[in-house]
RNA sequence: GGCGAGGUAGCUCAGAUGGUUAGAGCGCAUGAUUCAUAAUCAUGAGGUCGGGAGUUCAAUUCUCCCUCUCGCUACCA
């Protein structure tokens, strides 16, 4: 809460990387919060901007584009054009929606580095790094590969193997080989800059510990995690020619690392947008909120204020209103394994139901933790709430001012004292509303403003206009104006929530009016005022659609376990490099688990010539008790380890499954310990 | 292993600087009602607030230990 007012706002909305298409995921967690606050700052006539864009930049880019053989323009080009109509398509209104990849971009973000530069504010480092000399380029870690110096595996990236997740600097790999050029890559000095967060800390510290204990316990337990271990320098270069130069003579080849150019990313697509950029971004009266998902939390709350601190002239975040992450049937989304619901698909699916992926993703968002999106839930949302509650009540208060009333508003007569507390009901309920809003609570927001609705529908079945219309028509001329009074409030109070709906409604109402102040005012519409037939605002959803979609997933479950992207084979090898591997088959002896890790067991294994101590990473799927007795495969040669202090003598055999479980490789029960497998 | 977040009704979640009968929505049951997309309205049944110990006149709310989920981090096949 800010005890502040302030004369502007400024919105951000995490930039969504172009290198894939926009889920669910993205939706709740940052673009449907941002949306629905900043529609609601400017029914509330603010001076508000709302600006994202994509980020374009980073090496995963580089590596889509060579693997699909088109340049790394043209991958951005795609997913910008995809992911911005995506946006347009939910009704997410940024003001600006850019690129890091344009000019303006560009310019700021060097600008930007230049400045710091000539405050001193970088460290230089030199250290050595592989470069290609065919090529002639310093090589990302994801260009290296090479031998995995912990399990062997010959395809291991310079920053992780993939068969061992051993995450990896480039200068660990036995045999390196740039994957540009296929050559050996050579040493060579290179130059980089660092961001020394360190310097920061106590500065940090002051601010968001605090002066920000108001910001959400996640964000703020997450921020104390970080500071409490202690900042480190980070570098902001990166040896690649993807992405903004630096802007430093003798920096040829080097680029802002990505996570430094992105978030710069929101001054330059708000400097697209509008000349008087600077009062957005220099003035105190302007509040700045980043909306995020909680990935992004330490580069929000800690990386991009330190650099905004550093530049001196910027101003800081207010908040940070992080959400956690949404699951969807009880599962991790994921990009790579297709567990999503991908937004255009969706559309597709579901046309013209924006609003109601909208208000299910708000009514569940995860604020406070992670939560589940089932599709059951949301056509029990749909069905219940949108259709049953809001769309009854419209529908109601519609069809019995044209059976009674020929279409036209009738006058307010005299009131009841229920009238008048129905009536005050509605200015407490926006205030209510108001007040979730500001402090960045929607699920608590969207779900107040349906009790308006609900208010409706009581009100019309305690009145029961229906019953006293032969008796007493007078009076239903009161209940039905203050009906629709009620409809035409919802059109303002909902407008941030269900933008599509509402537009909808206030074309049945034929009711222009947009602003927050009017809410609560009795007389939106006049006596007199004709309004349309109704047509349906929300439609039931059957089973049969909700079936299909979980037959969608269940479908890519089954693909995912079936024909699970095969590991590409690695390059093929000489009869004499496989009888450098000295295997053997063994039996577990003794097995423990090593005190403070997670996964790893320490065991005794009997290889019939002698025993070997080897320490496998195996705790999460066996228990020590049920290993010994079992029959294994080990690689005998492979050289001593030293892991958790303990010396690992080999290497147990295991094959992994797509879900990630460990298999023993086993050899039949009449093998000999010590026999050679061949 | 360290750190952070979370574990509250069948489901999804609120809440409490410690204090009378712990809340909401959905679902369920019963009743009312028919203007309405079998929608609505009322009433009700459901919880030893993850487990254990401690502090206190009093703990679900504070402290400690344990356990499960998620994330970051370390170690790692």
Same mark, same amino acid.
């Given at each position: ?11 951000? #909305? ?79 209104? =940024?003001?600006?929606?850019?690129? &890091? ?6 310019? &700021? ?5 230049? &400045? ?75 130059? +980089? ?49 993807? %992405?903004?130069?630096?802007?430093? *003579? ?122 589940? =999106? ?67 609570? =929607?699920?608590?927001?969207?779900? &107040? ?57 206030? %074309? ?6 947009? #602003? ?25 959803? *059957? ?10 997933? +269940? ?107 460990? +298999? ?15």
């Amino acid at each position: 809460m800010t005890a502040k007012t302030y004369k502007r706002y400024l919105i951000t #909305s995490a930039l969504p990387y172009a290198n894939g298409p926009l889920h669910l995921g993205h939706l709740a967690g940052v673009y449907v919060p941002s949306d629905i606050y900043t529609r609601y700052l400017r029914q509330r006539d603010r001076d508000v901007i709302s600006v994202c864009g994509s980020d374009e930049h980073g090496v995963p880019i580089t590596l889509k584009a060579r693997k699909e053989g088109i340049t790394p323009q043209e991958v951005v080009d795609r997913y910008h054009g995809i992911n911005k109509k995506a946006f347009e398509d939910f009704g997410i209104t =940024f003001d600006i929606y850019s690129r &890091t990849s344009n000019q303006v971009h560009h310019e &700021t973000a060097s600008e930007f580095f230049k &400045t710091l530069y000539e405050k001193g504010v970088f460290i230089e480092k030199t250290a050595e790094q592989y470069y290609d000399e065919e090529a002639a380029t310093f090589l990302a870690d994801r260009y290296i590969t090479g031998t995995c110096p912990h399990c062997g595996n010959s395809s291991a990236y310079g920053d992780q193997c993939e068969q061992c997740g051993t995450s990896l600097s480039p200068t660990d790999l036995v045999n390196p080989v740039s994957t540009i050029s296929g050559s050996k890559p050579v040493r060579k000095e290179t130059k +980089h800059w660092y961001l020394p967060l360190d310097k920061y800390e106590p500065w940090l510290k002051q601010w968001i510990l605090e002066e920000h204990k108001e910001w959400k316990p996640n964000v703020y337990g997450q921020c104390k995690s970080w500071l409490d271990q202690g900042l480190h320098p980070r570098a902001v270069s990166r040896d690649l020619d993807w %992405g903004v130069p630096v802007p430093v *003579e003798g920096a040829d080849g080097k680029v802002l690392y990505v996570w430094f150019d992105a978030p710069i990313g929101y001054i330059s697509a708000t400097k697209e947008l509008t000349p008087d950029w600077e009062k957005y971004w220099k003035d105190e009266e302007t509040r700045m909120v980043h909306f995020i998902g909680k990935d992004n939390i330490v580069f929000h709350c800690i990386v991009f204020p330190t650099m905004l601190k550093a530049e001196g002239s910027y101003i800081l975040p207010d908040n940070v209103p992080a959400n956690e992450f949404l699951n969807l049937e009880n599962e991790k989304l994921s990009t790579s394994r297709n567990w999503a619901v991908w937004l255009h698909e969706y559309l597709e699916d579901f046309p013209g139901k924006q609003d109601v992926m909208r208000y299910v993703l708000c009514a569940n968002a995860p604020e406070n933790k992670d939560n589940d =999106f089932t599709w059951k839930d949301f056509q029990n949302r749909n069905n219940n709430e949108l259709v049953a509650i809001l769309g009854n009540f419209i529908n109601r208060a519609i069809v019995l001012t044209h059976k009674y009333f020929e279409g036209k508003v009738p006058e307010l007569t005299s009131l009841t004292e229920q009238d008048q507390a129905t009536l005050k009901e509605i200015e407490i309920i926006a205030q209510s509303v108001e007040r979730s809003l500001e402090n960045f609570r =929607f699920r608590e927001a969207i779900k &107040t403003a349906m009790d308006l609705a609900r208010l409706g529908n009581k009100y019309l079945a305690d009145t029961e206009p229906w019953k006293i219309i032969k008796s007493d028509p007078e009076r239903v001329k009161t209940i039905l104006n203050i009906a629709l009074q009620i409809s035409a409030n919802l059109t303002l109070l909902l407008d941030p929530f269900l933008p599509f709906s509402m537009e909808k409604l206030r %074309g049945f109402l034929n009711f222009e009016g947009r #602003s927050w102040d009017l809410i609560g005012t009795e007389s939106l519409l006049a006596p007199g005022h004709p309004i349309e037939k109704a047509s349906l605002l929300f439609e039931k959803i *059957e089973d049969e659609q909700i079936e299909q979609q979980l037959e969608k997933l +269940h479908i890519t479950k089954e693909d995912n376990d079936e024909s699970a992207e095969a590991t590409p084979l690695q390059p093929e090898i000489t009869f004499d490099d496989f009888t450098r591997m000295d295997l053997r088959t063994g039996t577990i002896l003794e097995a423990e688990k090593v005190p403070k890790t997670k996964k790893l067991i320490k065991m005794q294994v009997d290889l019939g010539f002698e025993k070997r101590t080897i320490v496998s990473g195996v705790a999460e799927y066996f228990k020590p008790e049920e290993l010994p007795g079992k029959k294994v495969s080990v690689l005998a040669n492979l050289a001593p380890r030293k892991i958790k202090g303990i010396e690992s003598q080999g290497m147990i055999l295991l094959s992994e499954n797509p879900d990630g479980t460990l +298999h023993f490789v086993e050899p039949s029960e009449k093998a000999v310990n010590g026999s050679e497998i061949n």
